[in-house]
């Protein structure tokens, strides 16, 4: 197995931070003593100006502010004029403009459970798009009967109107089982492979960590099916007894970010650690990334930096090893995005990866499949950030987490 790339415990500073963040001294050395970041001293969300990056190599960006009043955003895609589609988890899924404007909430998005992480989650186009409408929602949908009271990460699909007010012929295609009386770790994550199947990440739930090494449920899974909910011949487990024939992977504990590797086409998700223990992985199809049977993470509460991993151990033989990791701090990533415009040509092939508690945009340079560096963009920038996509003006663009959200479009100036 490849042995991930992992950091060194980090400095902290106020206006110049994140010297190389999160490198080792043989990964730093290899980049040349890593980049730096500065910010001047007023917060970026206070701002209403583009605030400048400036990092090694030469690259001149500034963050700038799309839209802002959104509320508790968690996702955008891009439709073909330009025009975002973007969620909101209370369950408003909304259009917004090139000029910045944002839409009444679409009509017809199916019921969502908003409760701690739940809610409206990610929404994707169908790859046939520009003929069908078709879009693809993820979240958290309340449990009736005898499930009452619990939930669980289901997937719809409908038909946007023309004119982007309305979904219809809105059918589920997906429902993670069994539901769970929780409100935490859906995943929830939505990537369309180039065979057109779909990939969905699913949480642990938190509550529910031993299941995930069990094949007869969707916990801690990554699955993949077609549009319809159908199940692909070819998929990993199609045929054995007693297992769920739609897993793609399993043995994760809460995946929040999901791309497709541009050259090789392969999925790479990252998912959460317990208290530290961030992982990226290369998500194959059929394999076990060993959660909790294996971390690089602490139980809550547990000394930090002077902890046993969950588990006991951070390998065993037959389950997976990230590309890269954070420890001894979380810094619970949420969105990804590979780089792969002209915009910003010195990032191109690199993967950005948003974080919620660490308040950054983080960017990792790859040698084919290995990470070897690591920096912290955005650290003053104050924002939880949730979601972050290549838009088709090769710009990047992130969402901001919280009741007054925002999105930032990431430009060279």
Not at 102 to 112: E, N, R
Not at 174 to 201: C, E, Y
Not at 345 to 366: D, E, S
């Amino acid at each position: 197995m490849q042995t991930p790339s992992h950091p060194t415990s980090p400095t902290r500073r106020h206006t110049l931070r994140w010297l190389g963040a999160g490198l080792g001294s043989t990964a730093l050395g290899a980049c040349g003593g890593g980049a730096v970041l500065v910010w001047g001293e007023t917060p970026a969300s206070a701002a209403s100006s583009p605030l400048p990056i400036d990092t090694q190599p030469a690259v001149k960006a500034a963050a700038v502010i799309v839209v802002s009043g959104l509320s508790r955003t968690w996702a955008l895609t891009f439709l073909p004029d330009g025009r975002m589609l973007v969620t909101e988890r209370t369950g408003a899924l909304r259009i917004v403009g090139l000029d910045g404007k944002a839409a009444a909430p679409i009509v017809g998005v199916p019921a969502v459970d908003a409760r701690g992480q739940g809610g409206l989650l990610d929404v994707a186009l169908d790859p046939a798009f520009a003929a069908n409408r078709r879009v693809y929602l993820s979240y958290a949908e309340a449990g009736t009967g005898a499930e009452a009271g619990r939930n669980g990460t289901a997937v719809a699909r409908g038909v946007l109107s023309n004119d982007g007010t309305r979904l219809s012929d809105v059918q589920v295609i997906f429902r993670q089982t069994p539901k769970i009386d929780s409100t935490a770790h859906f995943g929830s994550r939505l990537v369309f492979a180039p065979d057109g199947t779909l990939f969905i990440t699913l949480g642990d739930r938190f509550s529910q960590r031993d299941a995930v090494q069990d094949l007869s449920n969707t916990l801690g899974k990554v699955v993949r099916i077609h549009p319809d909910g159908s199940v692909p011949k070819d998929n990993p487990f199609v045929g054995r007894a007693g297992v769920r024939e739609e897993i793609w992977s399993y043995g994760h504990r809460n995946v929040q970010g999901a791309a497709l590797h541009p050259v090789t086409g392969e999925l790479w998700t990252h998912e959460h650690g317990p208290q530290g223990g961030d992982e990226v992985n290369i998500t194959r199809a059929g394999r076990n990334y060993g959660w909790p049977k294996i971390s690089y993470g602490c139980e809550y509460g547990a000394p930090v930096g002077n902890c046993p991993p969950v588990g006991g151990a951070t390998s065993a033989p037959g389950m997976e090893q990230p590309v890269t990791y954070w420890v001894p701090t979380s810094i619970a990533p949420c969105g990804m995005a590979f780089y792969t415009a002209s915009v910003f040509p010195q990032w191109r092939g690199n993967l950005f990866v948003g974080a919620l508690a660490g308040q950054a945009l983080w960017r990792l340079q790859l040698d084919g499949n290995k990470v070897v560096s690591r920096e912290a963009l955005l650290t003053d920038l104050g924002e939880r950030i949730r979601d972050v996509r290549q838009g088709p003006d090769g710009a990047i663009y992130l969402i901001s987490d919280g009741a007054s959200a925002k999105i930032y479009r990431l430009q060279p100036v």
